[in-house]
Structures are given as structure tokens and as C-alpha cells.
């Protein structure tokens, strides 16, 4: 009966396996942690999701004063976010090419300092390009005092180019508060 050799190649054929499930665990982790801006990069070429640009040009033609949009605010709050979050209005008409300002109102319902930030979402999809925020809360974090409360706006405009059969817009947003990386790490446990 012949034996194997375990000094020859065995130990060769697992290092080169080794090496190879190294390299493939550092591309998957290359893959997870480039996938988030990958996505966002995807949503503002093509409006998906309802993501728009924040570069988005600002429309300069006059208002088309014959035309009447209406305009839905939404709100939520992430599932673990301890958060009051609202529009003050939540509905109005607006005529397309011209520029408005309305506010939320948020509330840092914790007894600590808290920061969050919430994600906008523009629905119908195909409205997304035609939805321009030119200032938001949404560009940046927020941060909060302990039970902090306040009004935060979004200035907007609505091109004159949206398709004449798109009358209704939704503009919704969730609001999440921003864990440190200490704390996040500590709750996947």
C-alpha cells in the first residue's frame, strides 16, 4: 500500500487555497463597502428611488403661471429612531417654475445630544429629475440637543419641463439617527 507524501504537494495546493479565499474575502468586502456610494452614484444619473441630484441645475425661465402641480409632504421615522418628525404643511399647489420654502418640524425626543439625518424619497420616479431641492436639511447631519425641537427647510422648485400628465408629486422623507461607529458595532451583537 502506497502512502501519500504530506510533506510534497498537499501543503502547497492549501496555501494557494488559502491565498485564494484571502483575496476573495478582501473583493467581497471591497464590493459591500463601495456598493452604498455605488448606489447613490446610480440613483442620481437616473432618478431612481427618487434621489435627485443636489447639482441639479435651477430652472432660470419664468414660471408657467397657467399650470398647477400639487405637492405632497410626507414623513417617517426610522424603526429604532426616537424622533418627532413632521411636516408643518402637507399638501400645497405650486406652479412649476417657481421657487418655495416649506419646513418640517423635528424633535429630539432622547434626554442626550443626538444626531440623525433624514433621506428623501420623490414619487412618481419619473417627477425625481424634475424636482429640484436647491436647499435641505437632507444635505447634511443633523445634530440635536437632548429634546431639542426644530423647524428645518426644504427651498424647492419644479421645473417647467415635467410631463404635462404628472399633477401630483410626493416629496417624503425617513429620518434616522446617525449611531457612532462605537455604538452601531456594539448593537449587531
Not at 133 to 139: L, Q
Amino acid at each position: 500500500m502506497i502512502e501519500p507524501n504530506i510533506e510534497g504537494p498537499v501543503p502547497q495546493s492549501r496555501a494557494r487555497l488559502a491565498g485564494s479565499l484571502l483575496v476573495l474575502a478582501v473583493a467581497m468586502f471591497g464590493f459591500g463597502y463601495l456598493l452604498v456610494p455605488l448606489y447613490n452614484i446610480l440613483c442620481e444619473i437616473t432618478g431612481l428611488n427618487g434621489k435627485v441630484s443636489v447639482e441639479a441645475a435651477i430652472v432660470t425661465e419664468a414660471p408657467d403661471m397657467s399650470r398647477e402641480v400639487t405637492i405632497e409632504f410626507m414623513s417617517s421615522v426610522n424603526a429604532n429612531g426616537a424622533w418627532e418628525f413632521e411636516p408643518v404643511v402637507t399638501k400645497m399647489s405650486v406652479h412649476p417654475g417657481k421657487l418655495y420654502t416649506i419646513e418640517y418640524m423635528a424633535r429630539n425626543m432622547l434626554e442626550q445630544p443626538t444626531t440623525g439625518q433624514a433621506v428623501p424619497s420623490v414619487a412618481p420616479g419619473v417627477a425625481a429629475r424634475y424636482f429640484q431641492k436647491t436647499e435641505c436639511f437632507c444635505f447634511t447631519e443633523q445634530a440635536f440637543e437632548a429634546t431639542e425641537k426644530r423647524l428645518m427647510p426644504v427651498t424647492f422648485i419644479v421645473d417647467p419641463e415635467l410631463p404635462g400628465d404628472v399633477e401630483l408629486i410626493t416629496l417624503s422623507y425617513t429620518f434616522f439617527t446617525k449611531q457612532p461607529p462605537a455604538v452601531a458595532a456594539n448593537t449587531r451583537d
